[in-house]
Nanobody, 118 residues
Framework: QGQPVESGGGLVQAGGSLRLSCAASRSIFSITAMGWYRQAPGKQRELVAQ???????ITDSEEGRFTISRDDNNKNTVYLQMNSREPEDAAVYYCRVVYSDRAGVPYWGQGTQVTVSS
């Protein structure tokens, strides 16, 4: 219970855009934060974007190319808009949710692969 569901990964051409979706399994009222992480082959998983009730965060390397937002009608769904993708940006993207009544126990999605063709 609590695991988010991701969608939207796939293949994109260099310079192109892709939008990922993450749907939490519980109401927005019980969500502290939702974030996106990515893990490229041979590298550690890193936080690239996060949204809370009062703030958003984009990692420095993707500033101006990533946007994180909530669905207007389903606030427990967040999107990660990724623009200007390059082949080196290929990675598995994971959604992570922290619920207010389970602080310190993050719930991870299964991951979605993003591949960028040159």
């Amino acid at each position: 219970q609590g695991q988010p569901v991701e969608s939207g990964g796939g293949l994109v051409q260099a310079g192109g855009s892709l939008r990922l979706s993450c749907a939490a399994s519980r109401s927005i009222f019980s969500i502290t934060a939702m974030g996106w992480y990515r893990q490229a082959p041979g590298k550690q998983r890193e936080l690239v974007a996060q949204i809370t009730s009062s703030a958003t965060y984009i990692t420095d390397s993707e500033e101006g190319r990533f946007t994180i937002s909530r669905d207007d009608n389903n606030k427990n769904t967040v999107y990660l808009q990724m623009n200007s993708r390059e082949p080196e940006d290929a990675a598995v993207y994971y959604c992570r949710v922290v619920y207010s009544d389970r602080a310190g126990v993050p719930y991870w999605g299964q991951g979605t692969q993003v591949t960028v063709s040159s």
